[in-house]
């Protein structure tokens, strides 16, 4: 008896410290994702329909931050070392958005990474491709798979009290947990496929672009925001490697292979990774756009940080009208004559 007491008390503690972590990327979360909507809102940054995608996004990471701080706030509030007792119904209310959430950021995040693949592979069709459209039709999307997903885990969970258990593993039913993990994996997996193929063209057209040079101002300008966009793009996709995909198939690859749950063991741990995440894509972007937001005389860029949208190539006839000024002129003197 003396051993489960040690053993349960040591498990509420790191419950609790996961708790705490989770208290404090959500609320990072919130403000940074919460700030950048009110931009939007109030529109203070220009370009704003080229940026459609990362407005959907911030909405996501906001609707998770705001999510996650009512669910881990409840679980914090009633922690004990002693004994942990949580009422079930309270915990699958407050827990359904958070998995159903996740589903949106997901979908915008491979979104974005397919934006970019058009752009780098296929730039004629992605030229003629609506951003406004191409984004809405993602945050329907990521809706549809938002709500699929919350009446799948309030329908099947089966209401009942775990004792010492403070994660979402111990109160829903067995087969959502397991379509989560797979969902998550799948989706975790494809972000990286994307992302190897973003790698790739970002790597080649730079190749190309230093092999060729620039010579005018306007290819100078042209290179810095295609770098900028390199960076942004880099950025988000690694973000959501590192703490959405990774995550993932840790939880997935454990089970498997012990096939003991890690939130058991750790607590909310995997909701914490999916905040920083959240965190991380609000402050490349207010980083990345700092000197645009906010101002009305200025033009951000038309990547952003989370849309990553770049003209990542020039055709040869703008090339050919800035290189060449003076071929026009002399035309015009052979016709006088």
Known sequence: MLIDTMNSSQMAVIYLVTELCCLTAATLSFVFNAYIIYCFWRKKIPAADNLRLALYLAIGDFGYAAA???????????????????NPYIIIITNCFL????????????????????AIFFPVVYRQLSKSYFANCAMACGYCWFTFDFLFQLLTAPLKRM????????????????????????????????????????QKISQRKSQIG??????????????????????????????????????????????????????????????????ADGLVFVIVNRK????????????????????????????FSHVTPHKPSIVQQHDQY
């Not at 258990?165 to 975790?188: D, P």
């Not at 290819?219 to 690694?238: E, H, Y």
Request: glycine share 6%.
């Open 68 to 86: 996650a701080l009512i669910h881990i706030g409840y679980l914090a509030i009633n922690w004990s070392n002693e004994w942990l007792d949580y």
């Open 99 to 118: 998995p159903a959430n996740l589903k949106i950021i997901v979908v915008v995040s491979c979104s974005m990474a397919l934006d970019r693949c058009l």
């Open 163 to 202: 004792p010492n258990c403070a994660t979402m593993a111990c109160f829903v039913h067995r087969t959502f947990l397991l379509y989560v993990s797979y969902s998550n994996t799948i989706a975790g997996l494809l972000i990286v496929v994307m992302s190897v193929f973003v790698f790739a063209g970002i």
């Open 214 to 279: 620039t010579q005018t101002t306007t290819g100078v300008k042209t290179t810095s925001v295609f770098r900028q966009a390199n960076r942004i793009t880099v950025g988000i996709l690694f973000c959501s490697l590192f703490f959405v995909t990774i995550p993932s198939l840790l939880v997935t690859g454990y089970e498997e292979v012990t096939g003991i749950s890690l939130f058991a063991e750790l607590g909310p741990f995997y909701i914490c990774a999916i905040l920083v995440n959240g965190f």
């Open 292 to 319: 645009s937001m906010g101002s009305r005389h200025r033009t951000l860029s038309s990547t952003g940080a989370k849309n990553t949208v770049a003209p990542l190539r020039r055709t040869s006839n703008l090339d």
